[in-house]
């Protein structure tokens, strides 16, 4: 109904303003606050802790009413919960996998009776979660936690995880972390931000009187993310997770940098997602759906229209008829006014016509929603676009022009893609690098749906099986990384060190060391420095030969050639990718001589165990080639009528430092893992023992892989590291190698951000594990870190019966 009384049927169908929304109170919410005095303590050990001497900070509503106020933890605060935390992780990894999920299922009821407090506080906070959407999450994860040993057997809970969001971040992204962690065994330490505080709270006291074990899950406010690096400090934390904006993630990653804990960050705060209308398209759909995702008062992302220049003017002719009459769109804050004006003026002056809802009111936080037509993808309103109701719109010719601009954003949240014509839409989502596809939808998940954020949203998966991964350990690996102090380092001088001077001696030209060459674009070759390194025997002096002393162009030149056939080698079918792998397995048989030669002269084992080295690396190739087209992805029953495809993709370049234990094996191990899931490579081999990677190009050259797929660059470990966390193309780098270079790469892979796997190797070893060993869960924990998640969903009739999807708060 309309909210003019004099409203006609035909009037409300022509500018389908929505009608008066219904008021409410938030009494029960309110009577909640007024019970702790409007001022919430700190959630631990199954209680409410008020400590004394503490700092709190104010939470105000939309309005600028007062909420409450919020206890700013202390040091002390984060040894009290962390050991909290332990023991009740002791207590609940040690119930049966059905007890837990028990617990889990009586906070249903307990939420149901609870339901109406839960929805007004997240109404009163602005943190955008219903109870219906936590219902969900908790069904689908006591299911997991039901079935974990079962489904994921022999796979132990890391711990005590540490779940931190940002203040801008829905109570909704918190749950989808906080809950599989629960399922799983794991205590959980919350760390939320300012408008999911009070939620999280209240939750936390409801899951204690489910039954849930004290300590199991805590609550800790502070007055900023560092908090949460507090947390990370100490020593009983095993894993962090954030979720929320990209600079509060980066301030995150910097400030654990060095602390030995692993850290994955979702920054989808403020993520840029395309919206895309094909001329095959419902148009009214489409435009229906462009006025509901980018208008909203509250939203985390930001869209841009990507229109077909067929239907651009049948798009913008029922965008004036939809917004005509809307009204203004509340800003953050009158300081956003001034930075949205100064993004409308700019479109103006680059040319684009804007289409709005009403006249711009004088002064205020108020702002119309506003369609800037004619942006182009370098314009500086779409590429960093500015806090309120504006909505760029680029136009395309074809479908390869549309993956184009729907993939000029260095985010990879999300896409919005509308038409008709399956094959298209099957299509243009397998080409977008975004982790959540919606065809003729939008803002739609689920907790089946497993999620990565691509390129630079995100560095690990949400939802589903595979979400629930991350919180496990599996059994064929110890912790990678130390726990300890961060280093005293200045992160410009690393890496930056001379290499050894080469002497020129008097050794006959007979007997002179032999000298190896690196492998770039299909090639052995020299390094681009001209230079030399020696590579000295195990025990006392001397050269046993020469290596390349490759550098940041040689990366370069091997990135260059990596990019060029990465695309084309993932699309190859699963099996075309299996033979090539069967082919290099070949290869290395027929050089097993001269490889083991290589192990045993330089790692100094003896002829057998160079050889039944070689022989373990030849099965372990052959593993991966019967791996490649056995794993690939699922059909997802979702709570609604629709088809949800599950898709494993390609990382897309990858830089690998190898171990310096089992030379040979390790390496066929994490090449095998990346190229059979499509990914390209870049090897630096083991400074220590280099010998055996170098005796391999020996096999690439007699191998069916494609040109630049696979290069190997010798030299300083530590130049070659820097040159892989500086290149803005390689998405993931594996390192084996100093606490130095660990530290180095959590503080500098952020900008953009990529997929770390770091084991910081002793003298004697690599942190325990056994690459020699068989255990099935080898193969699949290194194919999970080679591979990035997307979702599609592509909805069908509805069914009234079935319960809604989730909606993102976007």
Same mark, same amino acid.
């Given at each position: 109904?309309?909210?003019?009384?004099?409203?006609?049927?035909?009037?409300?169908?022509?500018?389908?303003?929505?009608?008066?929304?219904?008021?409410?109170?938030?009494?029960?919410?309110?009577?909640?606050?007024?019970?702790?005095?409007?001022?919430?303590?700190?959630?631990?050990?199954?209680?409410?802790?008020?400590?004394?001497?503490?700092?709190?900070?104010?939470?105000?509503?939309?309005?600028?009413?007062?909420?409450?106020?919020?206890?700013?933890?202390?040091?002390?605060?984060?040894?009290?919960?962390?050991?909290?935390?332990?023991?009740?992780?002791?207590?609940?990894?040690?119930?049966?996998? /059905?007890?837990?999920?028990?617990?889990?299922?009586?906070?249903?009821?307990?939420?149901?009776?609870?339901?109406?407090?839960?929805?007004?506080?997240?109404?009163?906070?602005?943190?955008?979660?219903?109870?219906?959407?936590?219902?969900?999450?908790?069904?689908?994860?006591?299911?997991?936690?039901?079935?974990?040993?079962?489904?994921?057997?022999?796979?132990?809970?890391?711990?005590?995880?540490?779940?931190?969001?940002?203040?801008?971040?829905?109570?909704?992204?918190?749950?989808?972390?906080?809950?599989?962690?629960?399922?799983?065994?794991?205590?959980?330490?919350?760390?939320?931000?300012?408008?999911?505080?009070?939620?999280?709270?209240?939750?936390?006291?409801?899951?204690?009187?489910?039954?849930?074990?004290?300590?199991?899950?805590?609550?800790?406010?502070?007055?900023?993310?560092?908090?949460?690096?507090?947390?990370?400090?100490?020593?009983?934390?095993?894993?962090?997770? /954030?979720?929320?904006?990209?600079?509060?993630?980066?301030?995150?990653?910097?400030?654990?940098?060095?602390?030995?804990?692993?850290?994955?960050?979702?920054?989808?705060?403020?993520?840029?997602?395309?919206?895309?209308?094909?001329?095959?398209?419902?148009?009214?759909?489409?435009?229906?759906?462009?006025?509901?995702?980018?208008?909203?008062?509250?939203?985390?992302?930001?869209?841009?229209?990507?229109?077909?220049?067929?239907?651009?003017?049948?798009?913008?002719?029922?965008?004036?008829?939809?917004?005509?009459?809307?009204?203004?769109?509340?800003?953050?804050?009158?300081?956003?006014?001034?930075?949205?004006?100064?993004?409308?003026?700019?479109?103006?002056?680059?040319?684009?016509?804007?289409?709005?809802?009403?006249?711009?009111?004088?002064?205020?936080?108020?702002?119309?929603?506003?369609?800037?037509?004619?942006?182009?993808?370098?314009?500086?309103?779409?590429?960093?676009?500015?806090?309120?109701?504006?909505?760029?719109?680029?136009?395309?010719?074809?479908?390869?022009?549309?993956?184009?601009?729907?993939?000029?954003?260095?985010?990879?949240?999300?896409?919005?893609?509308?038409?008709?014509?399956?094959?298209?839409?099957?299509?243009?989502?397998?080409?977008?690098?975004?982790?959540?596809?919606?065809?003729?939808?939008?803002?739609?998940s689920d907790p089946c749906l497993p999620v990565s954020g691509h390129k630079d949203s995100g560095t690990c998966t949400d939802g589903g099986q595979e979400g629930l991964y991350q919180f496990l350990c599996p059994p064929c690996s110890s912790s990678p990384l130390p726990r300890s102090t961060p280093l005293s380092m200045d992160y410009t001088k690393f890496g930056t060190a001379a290499s050894p001077k080469i002497i020129p001696d008097d050794s006959d030209a007979a007997s002179a060391p032999k000298s190896y060459l690196q492998f770039v674009g299909g090639k052995a070759c020299k390094s681009e420095s001209g230079c030399s390194v020696a590579v000295?025997?195990?025990?006392?002096?001397?050269?046993?030969?020469?290596?390349?002393?490759?550098?940041?162009?040689?990366?370069?030149?091997?990135?260059?050639?990596?990019?060029?056939?990465?695309?084309?080698?993932?699309?190859?079918?699963?099996?075309?990718?299996?033979?090539?792998?069967?082919?290099?397995?070949?290869?290395?048989?027929?050089?097993?001589?001269?490889?083991?030669?290589?192990?045993?002269?330089?790692?100094?084992?003896?002829?057998?165990?160079?050889?039944?080295?070689?022989?373990?690396?030849?099965?372990?190739?052959?593993?991966?080639?019967?791996?490649?087209?056995?794993?690939?992805?699922?059909?997802?029953?979702?709570?609604?009528?629709?088809?949800?495809?599950?898709?494993?993709?390609?990382?897309?370049?990858?830089?690998?430092?190898?171990?310096?234990?089992?030379?040979?094996?390790?390496?066929?191990?994490?090449?095998?893992?990346?190229?059979?899931?499509?990914?390209?490579?870049?090897?630096?081999?083991?400074?220590?023992?280099?010998?055996?990677?170098?005796?391999?190009?020996?096999?690439?050259?007699?191998?069916?892989?494609?040109?630049?797929?696979?290069?190997?660059?010798?030299?300083?470990?530590?130049?070659?590291?820097?040159?892989?966390?500086?290149?803005?193309?390689?998405?993931?780098?594996?390192?084996?190698?100093?606490?130095?270079?660990?530290?180095?790469?959590?503080?500098?892979?952020?900008?953009?951000?990529?997929?770390?796997?770091?084991?910081?190797?002793?003298?004697?070893?690599?942190?325990?594990?056994?690459?020699?060993?068989?255990?099935?869960?080898?193969?699949?924990?290194?194919?999970?870190?080679?591979?990035?998640?997307?979702?599609?969903?592509?909805?069908?009739?509805?069914?009234?019966?079935?319960?809604?999807?989730?909606?993102?708060?976007?």
């Amino acid at each position: 109904m309309a909210a003019s009384s004099t409203s006609t049927v035909f009037s409300i169908f022509q500018n389908m303003e929505y009608g008066p929304a219904a008021t409410s109170g938030c009494t029960t919410a309110q009577a909640w606050l007024e019970h702790h005095s409007r001022s919430l303590g700190l959630f631990i050990d199954g209680k409410f802790v008020r400590p004394a001497d503490r700092g709190t900070r104010s939470l105000t509503d939309c309005k600028g009413g007062g909420v409450c106020s919020l206890v700013c933890a202390g040091e002390d605060d984060v040894s009290q919960c962390a050991s909290s935390a332990v023991t009740g992780q002791r207590a609940w990894s040690g119930m049966t996998c /059905y007890n837990r999920a028990k617990v889990l299922l009586r906070l249903v009821s307990v939420l149901g009776q609870h339901a109406q407090c839960v929805s007004e506080l997240c109404e009163l906070c602005e943190a955008s979660c219903s109870s219906s959407t936590l219902v969900r999450l908790l069904q689908y994860y006591s299911s997991w936690a039901q079935l974990r040993d079962t489904l994921i057997p022999s796979w132990t809970p890391l711990g005590v995880v540490a779940v931190v969001v940002s203040d801008d971040c829905s109570l909704y992204s918190l749950m989808l972390r906080v809950l599989p962690a629960l399922a799983m065994g794991n205590a959980v330490i919350v760390v939320p931000g300012q408008s999911s505080a009070p939620p999280a709270l209240l939750l936390a006291q409801l899951f204690a009187g489910a039954g849930l074990p004290a300590g199991a899950l805590n609550v800790l406010t502070g007055s900023d993310t560092l908090l949460g690096a507090k947390v990370a400090q100490n020593p009983s934390i095993s894993y962090v997770t /954030y979720s929320g904006n990209k600079q509060d993630g980066v301030m995150l990653c910097k400030a654990t940098a060095g602390m030995g804990v692993p850290v994955s960050v979702f920054p989808g705060v403020g993520a840029t997602c395309p919206f895309i209308i094909f001329e095959s398209a419902d148009i009214d759909s489409a435009v229906d759906g462009v006025i509901e995702a980018a208008f909203k008062k509250k939203k985390e992302v930001h869209w841009v229209l990507c229109v077909q220049e067929s239907v651009l003017d049948g798009v913008v002719a029922r965008l004036r008829l939809r917004m005509a009459g809307r009204k203004c769109v509340a800003l953050p804050s009158e300081a956003d006014r001034v930075l949205v004006e100064a993004a409308v003026q700019e479109a103006q002056q680059q040319g684009a016509k804007l289409v709005q809802s009403c006249a711009v009111p004088p002064s205020g936080d108020l702002y119309p929603p506003t369609v800037l037509c004619g942006a182009a993808p370098s314009s500086p309103f779409v590429v960093n676009p500015s806090p309120g109701p504006l909505l760029p719109l680029m136009t395309f010719r074809s479908n390869t022009e549309a993956v184009t601009l729907g993939n000029h954003s260095p985010h990879g949240l999300a896409a919005s893609i509308w038409t008709e014509d399956l094959t298209l839409a099957l299509e243009t989502a397998k080409s977008l690098s975004v982790g959540s596809v919606w065809v003729n939808s939008h803002s739609v998940s689920d907790p089946c749906l497993p999620v990565s954020g691509h390129k630079d949203s995100g560095t690990c998966t949400d939802g589903g099986q595979e979400g629930l991964y991350q919180f496990l350990c599996p059994p064929c690996s110890s912790s990678p990384l130390p726990r300890s102090t961060p280093l005293s380092m200045d992160y410009t001088k690393f890496g930056t060190a001379a290499s050894p001077k080469i002497i020129p001696d008097d050794s006959d030209a007979a007997s002179a060391p032999k000298s190896y060459l690196q492998f770039v674009g299909g090639k052995a070759c020299k390094s681009e420095s001209g230079c030399s390194v020696a590579v000295q025997p195990p025990g006392d002096g001397g050269v046993l030969a020469y290596c390349p002393d490759g550098g940041r162009k040689d990366v370069r030149n091997a990135v260059e050639a990596a990019i060029k056939v990465q695309p084309g080698w993932m699309k190859r079918s699963p099996s075309a990718r299996a033979q090539s792998l069967y082919s290099l397995a070949k290869a290395l048989e027929s050089k097993r001589r001269d490889v083991a030669a290589s192990i045993s002269l330089h790692a100094a084992l003896s002829a057998g165990g160079a050889e039944k080295e070689a022989d373990l690396s030849i099965a372990r190739l052959s593993d991966w080639a019967a791996y490649c087209d056995k794993v690939q992805g699922a059909t997802l029953p979702m709570p609604q009528s629709g088809s949800a495809l599950s898709i494993p993709e390609a990382l897309g370049v990858v830089g690998i430092v190898l171990p310096d234990e089992n030379p040979l094996l390790s390496l066929v191990t994490l090449l095998g893992a990346a190229i059979a899931t499509g990914n390209a490579v870049i090897m630096v081999p083991s400074q220590k023992y280099p010998l055996a990677a170098l005796a391999f190009i020996q096999v690439l050259q007699a191998a069916d892989l494609p040109a630049g797929l696979v290069n190997v660059i010798s030299g300083s470990r530590d130049q070659l590291t820097v040159a892989l966390a500086n290149h803005s193309v390689i998405k993931a780098v594996w390192y084996w190698g100093s606490a130095e270079g660990c530290q180095f790469l959590q503080f500098t892979c952020t900008s953009p951000l990529k997929t770390l796997q770091l084991v910081c190797q002793e003298v004697e070893g690599d942190a325990g594990r056994d690459w020699s060993q068989s255990h099935p869960s080898l193969l699949e924990d290194m194919w999970r870190n080679a591979v990035q998640w997307k979702s599609v969903w592509i909805p069908t009739a509805l069914d009234p019966t079935s319960p809604a999807l989730s909606p993102l708060p976007v």
